[in-house]
């Protein structure tokens, strides 16, 4: 089976910066579109940035300007580094990778368990 596992979250002041990684690991064959969600209490799950295997970008407008994502494919990996940290970032970040497991003939979407991201005023 694959899973996804979350790090580099934590608390930090406003304006400081973070970075989050995703790993995924199990029987890969190939990984289409990696991404991070988040979730603020109350609130509904919103896509704050995405990328493609081909190197494709999308970013909430909320983020541009402060937030990056990356991929690093040889590692299964996906990054999103994070700047200018406001209080209203905090939230929950979901690590997202929609991929093909081995010996499989269709795309499976997976999901991280969350990382806790409070900024400080």
């Known amino acids: 089976q694959v899973q996804l596992v979350e790090s580099g979250g934590g608390l930090v002041q406003a304006e400081r910066s973070l970075r989050l990684s995703c790993t995924a690991s199990g029987s890969i064959s190939s990984i289409s579109v990696m991404g991070w969600y988040r979730q603020s209490q109350g609130k509904q799950r919103e896509l704050v940035a995405s990328?493609?295997?081909?190197?494709?970008?999308n970013y909430a407008d909320s983020v541009k300007g402060r937030f990056t994502i990356s991929r690093d494919n040889a590692k299964n990996t996906v990054y999103l580094q994070m700047n200018s940290l406001k209080p209203e970032d905090t939230a929950v970040y979901y690590c997202?990778?929609?991929?093909?497991?081995?010996?499989?003939?269709?795309?499976?979407?997976?999901w991280g368990q969350g990382t806790q991201v409070t900024v400080s005023s």
């Open positions: 990328i493609t295997s081909g190197g494709n970008t």
């Open positions: 997202y990778q929609r991929l093909r497991e081995r010996g499989s003939v269709f795309m499976s979407d997976y």
